[in-house]
């Protein structure tokens, strides 16, 4: 597609239930990343993936957080027994080949845990 | 661990003028990039500008330029003849050097810019 694309792009959700996120990267772009923007803050890191491999979880607050890439394109971020602190919008972004490769960013998807 | 830090929650500046946006970083590494992203209303994070700490001029794109002192680890982002269009979150980023093809970003906490017509 012409850019990142994230659905949904607002999600509403009841303490304890689980959610996905879904990130659609742009055409070709073998590395895929989430990022947790919490209300007034900066990005935090999450996740990384190139193609199908995620070769860094660090950034996961804990092991309600699971994200995968299965074919190496759509990546979905799945929060298990959400959390009011996990209220935040989540970012994808994408990057092509090349050393110095631009990192395209989506619009986000917007959870608010009640 | 590399930290960011934008000490300027919010700036304004009257339109056509010119503002600069302050950024600095702690990180004992000695090569990494660094870069300017803003945020619209519509969130979508758009890269400004970047910098790559082992060239000495200074990055420049357009209206867009930086001051980097790489001794003092700061980053400073002008923007001349500022528009409506530049209202927005301005984020300073980090990524380190050695993890090539991680383009894992440490972002600072951002400044709210306002443009008054």
């Known amino acids: 597609g012409a850019g990142v694309s994230q659905s949904p792009r607002y999600k509403v959700a009841k303490r304890g239930q689980d959610v996905a996120l879904r990130c659609d990267p742009i055409s070709g772009h073998v590395s895929l990343f989430w990022y947790q923007q919490a209300l007034g803050q900066g990005p935090e890191f999450l996740t990384y993936?190139?193609?199908?491999?995620?070769?860094?979880k660090s950034g996961l607050p804990s092991d309600r957080f699971f994200a995968e890439r299965p074919e190496g394109s759509v990546s979905t971020l799945k929060i298990q027994r959400t959390q009011q602190e996990d209220s935040a919008v989540y970012l994808c972004a994408s990057r092509g080949t090349g050393k110095t490769g631009e990192l395209f960013f989506g619009e986000g998807s917007r959870l608010t845990v009640l | 661990a590399q930290t960011v830090t934008q000490s300027q929650p919010e700036m304004s500046v009257q339109e056509a003028e010119t503002v600069t946006l302050s950024c600095t970083y702690d990180?004992?590494?000695?090569?990494?990039?660094l870069f300017w992203y803003k945020q619209p209303p519509s969130r979508q994070m758009i890269l400004v500008i970047r910098?790559?700490?082992?060239?000495?001029q200074n990055a420049t794109e357009n209206r867009f330029s930086v001051n980097f002192q790489k001794a003092a680890k700061s980053f400073s982002l002008k923007i001349s003849d500022s528009q409506l269009g530049d209202a927005a979150m301005y984020f300073c980023a980090y990524r380190s050097f050695l993890n090539f093809g991680n383009e894992k970003l440490t972002f600072g906490t951002g400044t709210r810019l306002t443009i008054i017509p």
């Open positions: 910098q790559e700490a082992y060239k000495q």
């Open positions: 993936f190139q193609n199908e491999a995620q070769l860094d």
């Open positions: 990180t004992s590494e000695s090569d990494y990039y």
